[in-house]
Structure formats: structure tokens, C-alpha cells
């Protein structure tokens, strides 16, 4: 990684009341300390702190990354797998309580650093089940909410639930409205397109990796929703495994890169701000101007001007869907989901 610098994290504002801000935004690409939930967020901590000392007022971090993707679920995993499970327990035991501790560490990092803070990471309820979330912190270390992936893709559903609507919102804050998706979520066009209609300016892309087809589909609504799109993904090697992870033996013939990264910076025109880059760790930065926003605006606005509402329209459910519901909504005691 970069040593860090003196400098001021700041939000530039202009003279002009009605006019937006511009700042430095950055997108970590790094490697979680794999299945170490402790370590990783200490890790995270030391990340923010170095993307303050450059200048950023926004870091973005990847998909799941406390305490990291599980990649292990395309080809290695098979029913009723006794080593497999071992895994999943491993990787329940190092996931993360929405609030609670991990919560807490990172908001008193971000606050410290004067940063806003975006993070995949796997999200634990007490049932057993598994969230893939993303959270989102204020620079006064406060968790302004989640987002919990909509569908896990493909392999992925062997490990967490889907999301729901309760959780498909855009944050309004100093340094614009911030929203964000992970991974195939891209592919989604009306998760998309309920992002745009609640005026999202500054999009957190989380990926576990990018190639050209992934990063097509972050240039797509950069340029669709008139956005900036900060593209965050990991890199991992085999050899970054912990030497005890039980599925070792079954990925002896995997490639040594696990993740190659793709991480990115991007305009509301498409065009890259930083990036892409692959097969290291690093953190990339690009100063953005909200302002861009509006100018593009001009020539596409598909919530504006290139909307028919009396033709097409959406609607969101904003409910959050619960397996059960109690009398007077109150749950038996010790069957919260917190």
C-alpha cells in the first residue's frame, strides 16, 4: 500500500448555495485477513486512516469483504459436505452483528478519519442465516443503514438469503446521495433504475472481482443514472488462505489469483476517473465535482425528461419481508432478529 501523507480530508464547497460539492473519493483494493473477522476490520481501520491522509472524504471497499468472498462455493462445495460446513460455521462465527461491535470499530474509524465509509461485508442474524450487506457509515462514525443484496447469484445461494425492498435506498448526506449495489445487482435494471429515482449521485459498486464484462455493466449506469460509480473489489492469492482452511485440499488445482481485482473510478459520461487496475493491492483516489452530474443531464435524464411515467413505471416494495409475523408485531422473546 501507499504511505500515507498529511492531508486534509475536505469537502470543497463553492460560493454559490445551490451548488453541488466536490471532493476525493477512493475504492480499496485489497485483501481481506481471510475468515479473521477481527483482523480484517483492523485492517480496514489502517485502509481508512491511509485514504484520509490522501484526501478522501469517501472510502468503498468491497463485496463481503469482512471477512471475505466465498469463493470456495463455485466447484468445491457439494451436498451435505462435512468440510464445506465446517466452513460455513467458520465463516458464521467471523461475520457481522448489524449493529454491534464491528459496527461500532468501523464508525470510530471513519470518525477519526473525518471519512464516509462504505463496506461489503457478511451480515449474521441469530437464526443461522447469512446476509451479503453493504453498510454505510457517516463521517461522525454513525451506521446511516444497509444494504442487503437482493439475489445471491448462482453458487452464492448456498450461502446467504435474499434481500428485500426495506433496504434499496439512497443516503442524503454532505457529499450528495449515496447509494450502492453489489455485483450482479448491476444486471438488475429496475434495482437500477430505483436507485436514479431517489436522486443517487455517488454509487458504491462492490465486487468480489471485475473483468470488462463487470465493469461494462458499472460504465452502463454511470452513464445511464448520471452518476459517479466507485468500483471497490478484493485481491487474493491462494497463498493469502489461512494454512488451516478446510477446503484447501479441494482447490489445489484452482488458479493461484482468486481475485484479480478491477477496481475503478467513473464518471457520469462513462469515461474512466482511475483505473481499472489488476493483480495488486492498492487504493485508488479521483477528485469528482457533482456539478458534472447536472451538466450530463442536459442530453439524458431517465428520471427527467427521458422518463414516460403514463407509459412505463415501477413500483418498489418497501416492506421488509419477515418469515413470521406475532400479534400486536411483537415476537416471542429470545426470536428477534437482531
Not at 6 to 15: C, I, L, P, T, Y
Not at 110 to 117: C, P, S
Not at 271 to 290: F, K, R
Not at 319 to 333: F, I, K, R, S
Request: aromatic letters at 10%; proline letters at 6%.
Amino acid at each position: 500500500m501507499n504511505s500515507p501523507r498529511k492531508r486534509s480530508s475536505k469537502v470543497v464547497r463553492r460560493d454559490s448555495p445551490d451548488a453541488l460539492p466536490k471532493y476525493r473519493v477512493a475504492a480499496v483494493q485489497a485483501s481481506p485477513v481471510f475468515l479473521d473477522k477481527q483482523a480484517t476490520v483492523e485492517k480496514a481501520c489502517h485502509l481508512v486512516t491511509e485514504a484520509s491522509g490522501e484526501g478522501a472524504s469517501l472510502v468503498v471497499f468491497p463485496e463481503t469483504w469482512i471477512p471475505g468472498y466465498p469463493f470456495w462455493t463455485s466447484g468445491v462445495s457439494r451436498w451435505n459436505y462435512p468440510p464445506a460446513k465446517k466452513v460455513y460455521g467458520r465463516l458464521y462465527r467471523n461475520s457481522v452483528d448489524v449493529p454491534g461491535p464491528v459496527t461500532e470499530r468501523l464508525g470510530e474509524a471513519a470518525r477519526e478519519a473525518g471519512v464516509f465509509l462504505v463496506v461489503g461485508v457478511h451480515e449474521r442474524i441469530r437464526s443461522g442465516t447469512l446476509y451479503n450487506t453493504i453498510l454505510f457509515i457517516g463521517k461522525d462514525g454513525r451506521l446511516l443503514g444497509k444494504h442487503r443484496k437482493l439475489v445471491p447469484t448462482f453458487h452464492e445461494r448456498m450461502v446467504w438469503a435474499h434481500g428485500d425492498g426495506s433496504t434499496l435506498q439512497v443516503f442524503d448526506t454532505e457529499i450528495g446521495r449515496l447509494g450502492g449495489l453489489v455485483c450482479w445487482e448491476h444486471w438488475m435494471p429496475l434495482a437500477r433504475y430505483a436507485l436514479y429515482t431517489q436522486g443517487e449521485q455517488v454509487h458504491a459498486s462492490l465486487w468480489p472481482s471485475a473483468g470488462e464484462t463487470f465493469l461494462l455493466a458499472c460504465r452502463n449506469m454511470a452513464f445511464e443514472g448520471r452518476l459517479f460509480v466507485i468500483v471497490s473489489c478484493s485481491y487474493l492469492t491462494r497463498a493469502m488462505l489461512p494454512t488451516d482452511f478446510e477446503l484447501m485440499s479441494e482447490i489445489e488445482s484452482s488458479p493461484e489469483v482468486l481475485s484479480r481485482g478491477g477496481s475503478a473510478i467513473i464518471g457520469p459520461d462513462a469515461a474512466y476517473l482511475a483505473g481499472p487496475v489488476y493483480d495488486q493491492e492498492t487504493i485508488l483516489y479521483a477528485d469528482i465535482d457533482l456539478e458534472r452530474i447536472i451538466e450530463e443531464k442536459q442530453t439524458l435524464d431517465v428520471v427527467g425528461h427521458y422518463a414516460r411515467s403514463e407509459v412505463l413505471s415501477l413500483r418498489v416494495n418497501r416492506n421488509e419481508m419477515t418469515p413470521v409475523t406475532y400479534g400486536e408485531d411483537e415476537a416471542p422473546e429470545g426470536q428477534t432478529d437482531g
